[in-house]
């Protein structure tokens, strides 16, 4: 009999690492369209042997793992996790096999291990302790969705949502991800940023031309270069018109949790090597820019000669890459049709714009909701520190079709450490995380739906 309560039980412990073990060892790499059916299959599998009733759901894409077991007169909970992962590359900077669980220094490496194979096993875990805690049967209903194109923007999960509106009922919903913060404070997430991905693409002549004519003839490298400087200031602050004209302002709530978040850009400066960030934020200010703020961002400009030595030509064309990160109440496809009309109003109407993925809409959850505070009372047991409320991550993902279209009140919390190299080589998750994490999850079920274990 252990001493201390949160401690994951022995067996569950080497369930956990089995199961992550199985699941890593399949290559489900959405860009490369890998494993997928094999991945899907894998994970039905344990969600049948939780006792669940499932079903893969085919998609225009990659197949969603649907699971549900209702329980009368109890609240329902629905999981949202993915089966996905990004690709291994560069292979050679990992320590060992991408798709070899390792284990080394208290963590389990592996592509997945934390995003998300090692959170969506931590759920499972949760899920058998909780049977064991309350007499061998599940006390609140649960749903899974379970999607397999999350790391490519996942272009079906709102489409999917809209058909399967009924059968995912649900009353409140864990997201995928979550974990500790720089400092390993919990931490947990009330909303994610929307995105739009557009290309730019400017042609200024039939080919390239000798760079003698640079007097007179137009260059699309300057074409680009220009009209992507046009559209923010050097602080970051957009320049295009109506921009903001949508931004919702924060509520007092979610302006008191900003104002009040514990330092961060210290530790982040130092991890990612800069020395001052944009519009010299600092503290509070910093927060607020990454929680609250959207941002246009360049992700990559191309055009001309980049190799060796001289090559004296003006290209013909140049390309450029943007995200827009968005914040509600903005809208994907109206920010696209502004983006336009600043090119228009300044004399860039040579410069093409195109969408290059289906946008997401920004979606936050009211941090005052019972669930929420559930959520953070449960990481304060399992952790023994208080949580850290963070209002949006910077990131995105498919939140809106969840929480606004479900509306379903959403909590991001999990396994996750600030250095689980998500997306990168060694990609990791810690045990110490794992245990407290998970139990954290159990207990937010347990007081959310207010039953208390037997024994
Ligand atoms: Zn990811």
């Not at 490496?109 to 995003?115: I, V």
């Amino acid at each position: 009999m252990s001493a201390d309560p949160r401690l994951l039980p022995d067996d569950l412990r080497a369930r956990y690492r089995d199961l992550l073990a199985r699941w890593v060892a399949l290559p489900s790499v959405a860009a490369e369209g890998r494993a997928q059916d094999q991945t899907a299959e894998a994970v039905a599998t344990e969600l049948r042997a939780l006792g669940l009733d499932v079903a893969v759901h085919a998609t225009a894409g990659a197949p969603v793992v649907f699971a549900e077991r209702r329980v009368p007169g109890a609240p329902t909970v629905l999981f949202y996790n993915h089966y996905d992962v990004q690709p291994a590359d560069p292979v050679e900077l990992w320590t060992s096999d991408p798709f070899e669980l390792a284990e080394r220094d208290g963590k389990l490496f592996g592509r997945g291990a934390t995003d998300d194979k090692g959170q969506l096993a931590s759920r499972v875990v949760a899920l058998e302790w909780l049977k064991r805690r309350h007499g061998g049967a599940l006390p609140v209903g649960v749903v899974f969705v379970v999607e397999g194109e999350e790391e490519v923007g996942s272009p079906n999960m709102g489409a999917y949502v809209d058909a399967h509106r009924e059968r995912l009922q649900a009353d409140a919903c864990v997201w995928e991800f979550g974990g500790v913060d720089a400092h390993d404070r919990p931490q947990l997430i009330c909303g994610l940023k929307g995105i739009v991905s557009i290309d730019l693409t400017v042609r200024t002549g039939a080919y390239d031309q000798h760079s003698g004519l640079g007097p007179v003839v137009p260059n699309a490298a300057w074409r680009m270069a220009a009209a992507v400087a046009s559209l923010r200031d050097a602080e970051g602050r957009a320049l295009v018109d109506g921009f903001y004209d949508r931004v919702r302002p924060a509520t007092d709530a979610e302006a008191a949790y900003v104002a009040n978040a514990p330092r961060e850009d210290d530790v982040v400066a130092a991890n990612v090597g800069v020395e001052r960030f944009l519009g010299g934020a600092t503290g509070a200010e910093w927060h607020r820019r990454l929680q609250l703020e959207p941002v246009i961002n360049v992700n990559g400009i191309h055009s001309g000669y980049g190799g060796p030595g001289m090559k004296t030509v003006l290209p013909v064309a140049a390309m450029a890459k943007l995200d827009v990160r968005l914040v509600p109440d903005q809208d994907p496809h109206e920010i696209l049709g502004l983006i336009r009309a600043h090119l228009d109003r300044h004399g860039f109407g040579d410069v093409a714009s195109t969408l290059a993925e289906r946008p997401e809409h920004p979606s936050r959850v009211d941090p005052t909701h019972p669930w929420v505070r559930h959520a953070a009372a449960a990481l304060e047991e399992a952790y023994g520190t208080p949580a850290v409320v963070t209002v949006s991550s910077g990131g995105s993902g498919p939140l809106h079709p969840f929480a606004d279209v479900l509306g379903l009140p959403v909590v991001m919390i999990g396994v996750g450490h600030a250095q689980g190299r998500a997306h990168a080589p060694d990609e990791n998750v810690r045990w110490v995380d794992v245990e407290r994490g998970t139990y954290a999850t159990v207990r937010l079920i347990e007081r959310w739906a207010g039953v208390e274990p037997q024994g």
